[in-house]
């Protein structure tokens, strides 16, 4: 594997894939690769992911998903099954290129889905743990009308001109998310069999206020693990907490990764 540059992108399951690194190198240190939420990017994670580089001294990687960002567009519609597709085709041959050793997955919505999948669903020794910040493992009706209403704020207000600053394909990243939330067949989705097969920690953050999910998210997360689950509700945050609560949601993600990694 050549030396990756800090910005750029990496070939990967035939698309183009933007992504930045912050601190070291995935090959030189254990390192956190950041997975984004449903209509994400890696510019989208703001500044969080140099808070957690300096915060925990690991590096932190940070990728837009084919169809997000300025990375490559994907044909619409996107199969119900595109987060188990992210988790198990392409999110294996990214960790490779990049020269991945060790880590954590953390992962925000969409993203925290694929990173239970993955780290169920393959038995990478690589990653030691998984941060899952509002996750989705079944679908539930407040998630689907969370997911209409912003659909008619996309076409009826200037979301679509404000999300059009960190996507080059806009519509294709919003449809592409909306439509598969809203297809009836996605209601049957659910992921909450790869939890079983998890061996590592997991910590799972989730707003008090969050419009896409409740409890029952953390609740199932409980039931299925076999593995430590450590579940933090997060006060006055909804479905953001790394952007609505940085604080606090730095302090825990960076108290857990202390816990699974000596730097001494």
């Excluded at 510019?43 to 490559?72: K, N």
């Excluded at 806009?170 to 659910?190: E, H, K, M």
Aim: charged share 20%; with cysteine.
């Amino acid at each position: 594997m050549s030396t990756l540059s800090p910005t750029g992108h990496l070939h990967i399951a035939g698309h183009d894939l933007e992504y930045r690194m912050i601190g070291p190198a995935p090959s030189e240190r254990p390192a956190i690769v950041m997975l984004h939420e449903g209509l994400g990017s890696a510019a989208l994670w703001g500044d969080f992911p140099q808070a957690l580089q300096a915060a925990t001294g690991m590096g932190v990687f940070v990728y837009s998903r084919a169809g997000y960002g300025a990375s490559s567009p994907v044909a619409l519609p996107r199969p119900l099954d595109y987060m188990s597709r992210e988790a198990l085709e392409v999110l294996p041959t990214l960790l490779d290129s990049i020269g991945f050793r060790r880590g954590i997955l953390l992962g925000h919505s969409d993203g925290a889905s694929i990173a239970a999948i993955y780290a169920g669903g393959t038995a990478d020794h690589r990653v030691r743990g998984i941060v899952l910040i509002a996750p989705h493992f079944v679908v539930e009706e407040v998630s689907v009308a969370s997911i209409a209403a912003i659909r008619q704020t996309y076409e009826t207000t200037d979301l679509r001109g404000k999300l059009s600053r960190w996507h080059q394909t806009v519509d294709s990243a919003f449809y592409g998310w909306n439509d598969a939330w809203l297809d009836p067949d996605f209601r049957r989705w659910d992921i909450s069999e790869y939890l079983a097969y998890i061996r590592v920690p997991v910590a799972i953050l989730q707003g008090e206020d969050d419009q896409y999910g409740t409890v029952r998210q953390i609740e199932i997360a409980r039931e299925e693990c076999y593995c430590p689950v450590d579940a933090t509700l997060v006060p006055q945050s909804g479905h953001s907490p790394h952007r609505e609560a940085a604080e606090l949601t730095l302090a825990t993600v960076s108290e857990f990764v202390r816990r699974i990694f000596d730097f001494e």
